[in-house]
């Protein structure tokens, strides 16, 4: 049995997964399947009670759940170089930095939800702008300290690579490189990794 990977073509959660899946040589064993979380497809949430993507399905079954998760089993799997260091400062750092790039991802992803599903009511009052404010001051963090380009890539950098991917997809009207040039040297390069280049995001629902 094949890995199986809902997903949505424009999510950052998804890419992310599969970046990891491409850098440890394992994009060949996935079946993707598109899937819509809005629509909440029952059979989506058989496998997943939260009706979300990403959700893998393992060889054996298994439905595993969120991003972090998937990521860290796709580190099990084969002989590549791991996305996780297994101990020490390098493995706190990658960590955190994983966290700081899924809280960019978490909210543009709030922004995003509240301007396309709050069209006739408008935004809530002080929403996007603790979404916003969120946003910028990681980027700020990220730009005094930017990941490193190591090859391979750890899950930090993979994470912070597709937040701001998703960046550039949904909100190029903030103009994150704009005072951030080390940051966006460091962009500009991760994003000419191939795995980077296979996962670019499509419009959908995300």
Request: overall charge neutral.
């Amino acid at each position: 049995m094949a890995l199986i990977l809902r997903f949505s073509p424009s999510s950052p959660y998804a890419r992310k997964v599969r970046v990891a899946a491409h850098e440890r040589g394992l994009a060949g064993r996935f079946r993707e399947i598109a899937s819509n979380p809005w629509a909440a497809p029952d059979d989506l949430k058989a496998l997943n009670p939260l009706g979300k993507i990403p959700t893998l399905v393992t060889e054996d079954g298994l439905a595993l759940y969120d991003s972090a998760v998937i990521c860290e089993y796709l580190d099990t799997l084969g002989d590549a170089p791991r996305l996780f260091p297994p101990e020490g400062h390098a493995r706190w750092l990658a960590l955190r930095a994983q966290s700081l790039g899924d809280g960019v991802m978490d909210a543009a992803v709030l922004w995003r939800v509240e301007i396309t599903q709050r069209k006739e009511q408008g935004p809530t009052p002080g929403w996007v702008e603790r979404q916003q404010g969120a946003i910028v001051r990681a980027l700020d963090a990220l730009e005094r300290e930017p990941p490193a380009l190591a090859a391979p890539p750890d899950i930090g950098a993979i994470a912070i690579a597709c937040a701001l991917g998703y960046l550039d997809f949904r909100f190029g009207f903030l103009n994150w490189r704009e005072g951030r040039p080390r940051l966006a040297e460091w962009h500009a390069a991760f994003a000419q990794r191939p795995s980077m280049i296979a996962t670019q995001a499509k419009d959908s629902t995300g």
